[in-house]
């Protein structure tokens, strides 16, 4: 069974950096990683992913070039580097993984998620 662990949400300010760390509890060393965002009143959307091989990452498009994805399999952690945050990015950012070797953008291909962990963007 794997348990998936979201922290360093948080309040920033326009322009800033955040760091959010995804820890897991039996091994992920064979699954697909990603990280998704749920913005208030809105669908879970997907924001990137890597194979468990370290293949990719994937990004969504409308993101590409701010965010940054990784993986440790050693730490069993998975990392989403923000850059220059906007107030659109401000969501409940949630990691998930599943099997398969490929990233899916689908929320209904990932079989485990975290509990989530806010990130609010103001001006």
């Known amino acids: 069974q794997v348990q998936l662990a979201e922290s360093g949400g948080g309040s920033v300010q326009a322009g800033d950096s955040l760091t959010l760390s995804c820890a897991a509890t039996?091994?992920?060393?064979?699954?697909?990683m990603a990280w998704f965002r749920q913005a208030p009143g809105k669908e879970r959307i997907f924001v990137g992913g890597?194979?468990?091989?370290?293949?990719?990452?994937n990004y969504a498009d409308s993101l590409s070039g701010r965010f940054e994805i990784s993986r440790d399999n050693n730490k069993e952690t998975l990392v989403l580097q923000m850059n220059n945050l906007k107030p659109e990015d401000t969501a409940v950012y949630y990691c998930?993984?599943?099997?398969?070797?490929?990233?899916?953008?689908?929320?209904?291909?990932?079989?485990?998620w975290g509990q989530g962990t806010l990130v609010t963007v103001s001006n």
């Open positions: 998930a993984g599943r099997t398969g070797r490929t990233p899916s953008p689908q929320t209904y291909d990932y079989r485990y």
């Open positions: 890597i194979s468990w091989d370290g293949n990719g990452p």
């Open positions: 039996g091994s992920t060393v064979r699954y697909t």
